[in-house]
T-cell receptor, first 115, second 114 residues
Framework: DAGVIQSPRHEVTEMGQEVTLRCKPI?????LFWYRQTMMRGLELLIY????????DSGMPEDRFSAKMPNASFSTLKIQPSEPRDSAVYFC?????????????FGDGTRLSIL | AQSVAQPEDQVNVAEGNPLTVKCTYS??????LFWYVQYPNRGLQFLLKYITGDNLVKGSYGFEAEFNKSQTSFHLKKPSALVSDSALYFC????????????FGQGTTLQVKP
């Protein structure tokens, strides 16, 4: 079975550019999570969706960050304009919240470097 | 509020020796607890979970974890460490919101030396 698929795996861009990260969750999962991981701050939850609806975006650092989930099989995380401090690894994860015992499944992340 | 603590930033152990990575939690209600492992340049991988039942939970790659309700702990263990077990380990507790959200600890780096 295909796991969570993230693209691109690596992104290098200049400060001020728009960055779009993409995620395809596991089919049948109804919860989707975006995380950011840095050495300084560790693993941070940015936003999560349940049944395509954003439930909690309190982890989104600034208005420059936005996330959408137009359907059950696709989500995007957008940064506009990007800044060097946004450099991090961004992970997407999905789970089935209908069954409490199910773990989250993570993609392999997008390593983002803002120059 | 639900929380998880991993008191050690790093654990060092010799290959072949038993290992323990510590985790304590604070929850309201019954805890749903998880351990994840992260290898370099990869996402977090699920190792094992405690939902209910036997306090000793067995998971992937020979790992197990012991749930202790009185000490509010869920320590990860392995009888004989391998060099390939060297990685970053995260403990997590399920949030009470019933949306699948997990509260993660800060992570513990396990270093297994030959």
């Amino acid at each position: 079975d295909a796991g969570v698929i993230q693209s691109p795996r690596h992104e290098v861009t200049e400060m001020g550019q728009e960055v779009t990260l993409r995620c395809k969750p596991i089919s049948g999962h109804n919860s989707l999570f975006w995380y950011r991981q840095t050495m300084m701050r560790g693993l941070e939850l940015l936003i999560y969706f349940n049944n395509n609806v954003p439930i909690d975006d309190s982890g989104m650092p600034e208005d420059r960050f936005s996330a959408k989930m137009p359907n059950a099989s696709f989500s995007t995380l957008k940064i506009q304009p990007s800044e060097p401090r946004d450099s991090a690894v961004y992970f997407c994860a999905s789970s089935s919240s209908d069954r409490d015992t199910q773990p989250q499944h993570f993609g392999d992340g997008t390593r983002l470097s803002i120059l | 509020a639900q929380s998880v603590a991993q008191p050690e930033d790093q654990v060092n152990v010799a290959e072949g020796n038993p290992l323990t990575v510590k985790c304590t939690y604070s929850v309201s209600g019954n805890p749903y607890l998880f351990w994840y492992v992260q290898y370099p340049n990869r996402g977090l991988q699920f190792l094992l979970k405690y939902i209910t039942g036997d306090n000793l939970v067995k998971g992937s790659y020979g790992f197990e974890a012991e749930f202790n309700k009185s000490q509010t702990s869920f320590h990860l263990k392995k009888p004989s460490a391998l060099v390939s077990d060297s990685a970053l380990y995260f403990c997590a507790v399920r949030d009470a919101s019933n949306t699948g959200k997990l509260i993660f600890g800060q992570g513990t780096t396990l270093q297994v030396k030959p």
